[in-house]
């Protein structure tokens, strides 16, 4: 057994019904590693306490997640949001250095913990859920050693973080799901569904022209994170051939996505992976897909593919896809994406980095007790807006 604490991303709860990816990610990493008697404290913000994984204790970072206060369509880049999620991540780092955790797996996309894990020499994994960018980028490179190691969720990006070959420091590690909350369905209702946040980058748009261009009913599920979006790309289509499902959540959305015949995913940003691509494959759908970062990657042969901004050749892959036999989407998900595949993946890099403190690094450029003193000032030099950005 092991003392982990799970570091997560602040723009929202870490609690059902999920925003993203990245909140269900956190939330069954932090429910799985307690299921197997590691003792677990989820970082996250203080509204994630109401529902808190069995056996999870929870440590606010910031009161409420920072969205509930400053919108990050309204926010972004602003220096009113930097340092407020800055302060909140600032606040922890001396309860993390002397915690007493025997690893930290963070998934905040902060640059503040893996700089203290590589001047504090605190065993961390840092999970890397989306494409790199600038202020990361640095910090991942400036920390990488043999107890401050780093996953991304595919290959591509792994391409993507280390263009000149991967660190020693790095690997892949497919996200997983709990394949039970899942449950196969071997046939279709001949419907397509769309499920995610509702937000351009997302491409909701794209599918409800893809299904009309095809001919083929679509339910639409999410959050509806940008308003405007909504209600200029989503709601004026509204009607016969399109269904605005709602936020659903657990068996509810499970059941929504299960009874269609095929997913459109619709990625418009460079794909890290694709949890929902995945959850509706368990289900027993095949994917229509843009093909954009790791989607061919992670659908494989349980899906058919178009370019970006291609309605026509994405409606002609949704016929395709609704060709492939439900079982394949399936299988594919029960040999390479399940969440015992992925917590076994991460313990084994726990007692990596937890052995890598018996080895040696180059010289870093902040000393401990430099490091220190900026963090709590909030001073670091890198501004935490492009971190935010990239979950946007």
């Known amino acids: 057994m092991m003392r982990i604490a799970v570091v997560a991303h602040v723009r929202h709860p870490i609690a059902p019904p999920f925003m993203g990816g990245m909140e269900a990610h956190s939330w069954h990493l932090a429910a799985a590693l307690a299921g197997r008697d590691h003792e677990v404290t989820l970082f996250a913000s203080g509204d994630s306490a109401a529902a808190l994984p069995a056996g999870v204790a929870l440590r606010p970072i910031l009161p409420v997640h920072y969205d509930a206060r400053f919108p990050w369509h309204d926010f972004h880049g602003t220096d009113i949001l930097n340092d407020h999620v800055d302060a909140g ?8 250095a002397a915690g ?7 998934n905040s996309l902060h640059r503040f913990p893996p700089r203290l894990a590589r001047a504090e020499r605190l065993p961390m994994v840092t999970s890397l859920h989306v494409p790199p960018f600038k202020v990361l980028q640095r910090a991942v490179h400036q920390s990488a ?5 780093f996953t991304v969720t595919s290959e591509a990006q792994a391409r993507r973080w280390w263009p000149d070959g991967a660190s020693d420091a790095a690997a892949v590690v497919h ?5 039970d909350l899942w449950p196969f369905r071997p046939t279709g209702d001949g419907s397509a569904v769309w499920a995610g946040r509702i937000t351009p980058n997302k491409g909701t748009h794209l599918a409800i022209e893809a299904a009309r261009i095809a001919g083929v009913p679509l339910t639409v599920l999410g959050a509806v994170e940008h308003e405007d979006y909504f ?3 989503v709601a004026p289509h509204l009607g016969p051939g399109l269904r605005y499902g709602g936020h659903l959540q657990g068996f509810e959305l499970a059941d929504a996505i299960g009874r269609a015949s095929a997913m459109l995913f619709t990625p418009l940003w460079d794909e890290p992976f694709g949890l929902a691509a995945i959850e509706a494959m ?3 759908l095949p994917v229509a897909a843009i093909d954009m970062g790791a989607v061919r990657e992670v659908i494989g042969d349980a899906g058919s593919f178009a370019p970006r901004d291609d309605p026509a050749g994405l409606a002609r892959a949704l016929c395709a896809a609704m060709a492939i036999p439900r079982l394949r989407a399936r299988d594919r998900v029960a040999r390479l994406f399940t969440l015992d595949r992925m917590i076994d993946s991460y313990e084994r890099l726990y007692d990596l980095a937890r052995r890598g403190l018996d080895q040696d690094a180059p ?16 001073a670091l030099s890198d501004p935490v807006s492009q971190a935010t950005a990239a979950t946007g």
Do not use: C, K, Y
């Open 89 to 96: 991540f600032a606040a922890i780092m001396d309860e993390l």
């Open 100 to 106: 007493g955790f025997d690893v930290i797996h963070n």
């Open 145 to 149: 050693a043999p107890w401050s190691r």
């Open 175 to 179: 996200n997983g799901i709990l394949t």
């Open 231 to 233: 209600n200029q790309a």
């Open 282 to 284: 368990a289900t027993g």
């Open 363 to 378: 010289d870093i450029r902040f000393a401990a007790h430099e490091l220190r003193r900026t963090v709590r000032a909030g």
